[in-house]
Structures are given as structure tokens and as C-alpha cells.
């Protein structure tokens, strides 16, 4: 019944390493996100993809690669991992088109580096 | 540019009382859409309320109001009757033509029982 699932629900990795997190939403949506939400609890958007096409993609460094397979997933894969990427990550899915529609979002990731 | 400013990081209300959380936005563009997400401890993001920009009239769910003020750029949240459950992160957000999904930098309402 979850719209948008997210795993893992928690990453312990240490530095150097790569890993992925994976994100599936049921909801039928067009357009999926990735945001990072740091210490601060600032929320800041990294990737967009409306139907499989990448829309957005704000300065994030390179070492982030979103891949989606089909519309139902967007998944991030993390190259090289740094301290400063721990923090915790939210996928969300919302219409095509958007407009007053809510967004739905997965329960976040949160990965710590070490 | 579009972005969105929260100029409270934290505030405090008594039980039942009412509280007003403030935010600001710009954007270019004529057509977009505003929002209050909460963010209880469990980090799950929960729509509060939503605003068309096209439309006057300020949008109500229950004991969660808005006052858009289009011309200020203004879009403060008000809860009234506050209650402990409340007690979260609340983020203003604003949506663009393109889908872009951009959020302020959130207030952390305590509710004093």
C-alpha cells in the first residue's frame, strides 16, 4: 500500500565506498525527485525525471547518478562517497504537470558516511 | 529565479493557542502553486495545505489557514487551536510550470502544553 518506498531506510558506508538507493512509487505519477535534506534540515532538490527524462538536475557533483528504468523508479546511485554526503534522502513523485497536486514522498534514506 | 524564504527557524505557541508561520517567495513565473508540508520527528513530509496563485481566495483545512498576499509575496501559514501534535518542522514550498519543487528552509514549531 506505500506510495513511495525508499530503500534502504538506513546507510552506514565508509568513505570511498559507492552505493544506491532505491526508489519505487505505485501512485502512477510522471515525475519523480530527488531532494537531500542536510543537518540543518534544509531541503534541497538534486534531480527531477518526468517520464524517464531527466528535467532537473541541479548543481550536484557528478559522483550522483539518478537512473530510471521506467516511470515507477528512480534510483541514486552515489560514486566515491565523501563525509559531507551524509545526510538524509528523500524520493517524491508527483502528476505530470504538477500544478496544486501534492507531492508524495518516501520516508528518506538516511546515510551516514564515516 | 524561483526561491522561498522562512525568516523564523524556530517559534513557540501554547496549547489552543493560535500561531503564524511566515514565509515569502519569489518567482517569475505568472502560473505556480504554493505549500505547506509539515515534518513531524518520524521525517515523513505531510501536505498541510495548498495554493493556487491564480486564485484570490485564501485556502482553509480546517484549523490550518493561509494568508496570500500575491503582490507582497506573501504566504504565512496560520494554525489556530494549536495542539501538541503540532509540534513538527514546517516547510513553504512552491512549485513552478516546469514541476520544479522548491522549499524554504523550514520553522520548528514547539507546542507548550
Known amino acids: 500500500d506505500t506510495a513511495v518506498s525508499q530503500t534502504p531506510k538506513y546507510l552506514v558506508t565508509q568513505m570511498g565506498n559507492d552505493k544506491s538507493i532505491k526508489c519505487e512509487q505505485n501512485?502512477?505519477?510522471?515525475?519523480m525527485y530527488w531532494y537531500k535534506q542536510d543537518s540543518k534540515k534544509f531541503l534541497k532538490i538534486m534531480f527531477s525525471y518526468n517520464n524517464k527524462e531527466l528535467i532537473i538536475n541541479e548543481t550536484v557533483p557528478n559522483r550522483f547518478s539518478p537512473k530510471s528504468p521506467d516511470k515507477a523508479h528512480l534510483n541514486l546511485h552515489i560514486n566515491s562517497l565523501e563525509l559531507g554526503d551524509s545526510a538524509v534522502y528523500f524520493c517524491a513523485s508527483s502528476p505530470r504537470g504538477g500544478g496544486d497536486t501534492e507531492a508524495f514522498f518516501g520516508q528518506g534514506t538516511r546515510l551516514t558516511v564515516v | 529565479a524561483q526561491t522561498v524564504t522562512q525568516s523564523q527557524p524556530e517559534m513557540s505557541v501554547q496549547e489552543a493557542e493560535t500561531v503564524t508561520l511566515s514565509c515569502t517567495y519569489d518567482?517569475?513565473?505568472?502560473?505556480?502553486?504554493l505549500f505547506w508540508y509539515k515534518q513531524p520527528p518520524s521525517r515523513q513530509m505531510i501536505l498541510v495545505i495548498r495554493q493556487e496563485a491564480y486564485k484570490q481566495q485564501n485556502a482553509t483545512e480546517n484549523r490550518f489557514s493561509v494568508n496570500f498576499q500575491k503582490a507582497a509575496k506573501s504566504f504565512s501559514l496560520k494554525i489556530s487551536d494549536s495542539q501538541l501534535g503540532d509540534a513538527a518542522m514546517y516547510f513553504c514550498?512552491?512549485?513552478?510550470?516546469?514541476?520544479?519543487?522548491?522549499f524554504g528552509t523550514g520553522t520548528l514549531l514547539a507546542v507548550q502544553p
Open positions: 514550498a512552491s512549485r513552478s510550470a516546469t514541476n520544479k519543487l522548491i
Open positions: 518567482t517569475s513565473e505568472s502560473d505556480y502553486y
Open positions: 501512485l502512477g505519477h510522471d515525475t
